[in-house]
């Protein structure tokens, strides 16, 4: 018996790359977002609550020479240009179960992703990383069943497209399944949307 859905939303949900969209004029932009964003110290001081997207946008100004009203301008359209998987989101929205979003993001997907998606009005709660100051997802997890008022874990299914994320709420003793694509989840989908 389940009791709630904790979503991933990059690469689960929708797709991840969504601020690597191309910036006119500047062609090392997705080079640059993955560096400083994806794979850099900035990033994670972003994903943690300790940089802001006007930090970010400094940054990327300084590296790219690019005017940062430009950049923010930029950034605010990616969010209104993301890919979902419609199998997963569909399921999200016809499930009777309680539904959330447990993700590593910034405060630009509180901010204009959650709102322009209407994302609220299918997950209650949405957790992120930023404002709960952790990247460990099963801590996510948890904060996330606390506002939900459960406590067992073995009636929570986390589906998340990392198998570590997966591997770690399995050890704490959540159910979990590993999303690996759309069409995968089409095929053979977890347990309460078969």
């Not at 406590?151 to 997966?166: C, E, F, P, S």
Request: with cysteine.
């Amino acid at each position: 018996m389940i009791d709630c859905v904790l979503w991933d939303f990059g690469d689960t949900l929708a797709d991840e790359r969504f601020l690597m969209a191309p910036l006119d004029g500047f062609p090392d932009w997705p080079s640059v977002v993955r560096q400083q964003i994806f794979d850099g110290a900035l990033g994670q001081d972003w994903f943690v609550g300790k940089a802001n997207m006007d930090d970010v946008v400094r940054q990327l100004s300084t590296i790219l020479g690019a005017d940062a009203a430009t950049i923010h301008d930029h950034m605010i359209g990616c969010c209104r240009r993301i890919s979902f998987f419609e199998r997963p989101m569909d399921a999200a929205r016809s499930s009777h179960l309680a539904q959330a979003i447990v993700t590593i993001n910034s405060d630009i997907f509180s901010d204009h992703v959650v709102s322009n998606y209407r994302l609220d009005q299918c997950f209650d709660p949405i957790v992120t990383s930023w404002q709960d100051a952790s990247l460990d997802k099963s801590d996510l997890c948890d904060i996330a069943m606390r506002r939900l008022g459960l406590a067992d874990r073995g009636r929570a299914l986390l589906i998340d497209n990392k198998a570590d994320n997966v591997a770690g709420w399995r050890a704490r003793g959540g159910i979990a399944y590993h999303f690996t694509g759309n069409a995968e989840f089409s095929n053979a989908p977890p347990e309460p949307f078969s």
